[in-house]
């Protein structure tokens, strides 16, 4: 579990670098380091990372990730823009993706974690895996060109 987390640590901290060419980057660099920073948490086991703290920390992501998960489902389901579903062509829908990959992520930190099972533990390490090979596949393939395009464009 600590492994997950800092692979997750580290997906959300390259989540947040890449927002700042983003017209709303404060807002998405927010919301990416707040998990990044439960997660590293976690991984570190931070003597001062409390249960109470943990709790409090991660509903309060939780709010932040959800709320912004409705607004970019609402956006991108209204964007003439997009066609289709997918993803990776429009911004709101990579905005849907990454508001939801944290939201999952919170709500897996907001368990308790002090009896992991084996069956949390897979879906822990699948849930940190699937992320990085979806980024690594869009950047080694066609999606590359949707991803990289500056704020003016």
């Given at each position: ?90 911004e ?20 308790d ?18 992320p ?5 596949a ?6 590359i060109?949707y ?7």
């Open positions: 579990f600590r492994l997950s987390n800092a692979v997750m640590a580290m997906f959300f901290a390259m989540a947040s670098y890449v927002q700042l060419n983003d017209p709303d980057a404060l807002l998405w660099i927010v919301a990416y380091a707040l998990p990044c920073f439960a997660s590293a948490s976690e991984a570190l086991q931070a003597q001062w990372w409390t249960w109470q703290l943990r709790m409090r920390f991660t509903s309060a992501a939780i709010l932040l990730s959800g709320g912004l998960l409705v607004v970019s489902v609402w956006f991108w389901l209204h964007d003439s823009a997009c066609i289709g579903f997918n993803l990776v062509v429009c709101y829908g990579r905005e849907s993706g990454g508001s939801a990959i944290s939201l999952i992520w919170l709500l897996l930190l907001r368990r974690t002090e009896g992991i099972g084996w069956k949390r533990a897979t879906l822990s390490t699948m849930l940190s895996l699937v990085l090979a979806v980024w690594l869009l950047l080694m393939g066609d999606g060109k991803l990289c395009v500056g704020a003016t464009s």
